[in-house]
């Protein structure tokens, strides 16, 4: 089993940035990719960013409308994945959620944590 702990969510003004942060814990050696998804009332949840741990750095991925504003990374223990959000949109707004991608195709998810985009 993954527990996903996410943190870092709030109300932030356009063009300003936060840092979200997940917590893995359990049988972390299993897991093979681990990334951000969000959900807007009356959207489908969508991938954000995501990050493989085959490497020290890991491979990414981003939604296209993410690109060149967000990152993500992890930290050598695999344990923590982050996703830096700058330059924030309204449409940005969502619950972001951990997700990470264990082994036999099991998916972990996080409890969810509100972006909220507005001036």
């Not at 089993?1 to 969510?9: H, I, K, T």
């Not at 003004?13 to 942060?21: V, Y």
């Not at 994945?81 to 996080?110: I, R, S």
Request: net charge positive.
């Amino acid at each position: 089993q993954v527990q996903l702990v996410e943190s870092g969510g709030g109300l932030v003004q356009p063009g300003g940035s936060l840092r979200l942060s997940c917590a893995a814990s359990g049988s972390i050696a299993n897991i093979y990719t681990m990334g951000w998804y969000r959900q807007a009332p009356g959207k489908q949840r969508e991938m954000v960013a995501t990050v493989t741990t085959d490497s020290t750095t890991g491979k990414v991925n981003y939604a296209d409308s993410v690109k060149g504003r967000f990152a993500i990374s992890r930290d050598s223990a695999k344990n923590t994945v982050y996703l830096q959000m700058n330059n924030l949109k309204p449409e940005d707004t969502a619950v972001y959620y951990c997700n990470a991608l264990w082994d036999l195709g099991h998916n972990f998810w996080g409890q969810g944590t509100q972006v909220t985009v507005s001036s």
